[in-house]
């Protein structure tokens, strides 16, 4: 596996199937693991912990509410993490996102934005990030980036379909 999807909750699914998505788009392999922060802290080290040497070269995670899944697990593991912010019912997912984006310094998680676009670009970013070491994978997101520039530029009208 080269990409570990981690959730705080089954209820993140909705929204970090997106990066699931956009993973499969670019044939990334992909493991996918409900690992809470607040309910299974000991799960949540052994896996940071361990994904090194297990091959994983990136991680995204998904939490929200007061998501400590993220910097959590940046904090037991340098394995690069992508954070996404999941949309909260009370919040709106402003909590999920601050709580994600204010690391203090010299433990760093690149954060997202909040919701479905957060956890597709989270998937696109870490295909890119295994793209610098696979040629393959980099040209599959450079043909996608192509093919939206083409839908753009081939309809510019707004008012027609
Ligand atoms: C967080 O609490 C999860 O990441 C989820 O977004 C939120 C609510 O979890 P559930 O109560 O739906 O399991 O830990």
Known sequence: MKVGIIMGSKSDWPTMQHAAEMLERFN????TKVVSAHRTPHLLA???ETAHERGIKVIIAGAGGAAHL????AAFTSVPVLGVPV???ALKGMDSLLSIVQMP???AVGTLAIGD???ANAGLLAAQIIGTQDSTVMAA???FRQEQTETVLSNPNPAED
């Not at 990334?28 to 493991?31: A, I, L, S």
């Not at 993220?70 to 697990?73: D, Q, W």
Request: glycine share 14%; proline share 9%; hydrophobic share 35%.
């Open 28 to 31: 990334v392999p992909y493991e």
């Open 46 to 48: 052994e896996y940071a």
């Open 70 to 73: 993220p910097g959590m697990t």
């Open 87 to 89: 949309q909260s019912r």
């Open 105 to 107: 310094k010299g433990v």
């Open 117 to 119: 676009a957060g956890a």
């Open 141 to 143: 997101v450079d043909a």
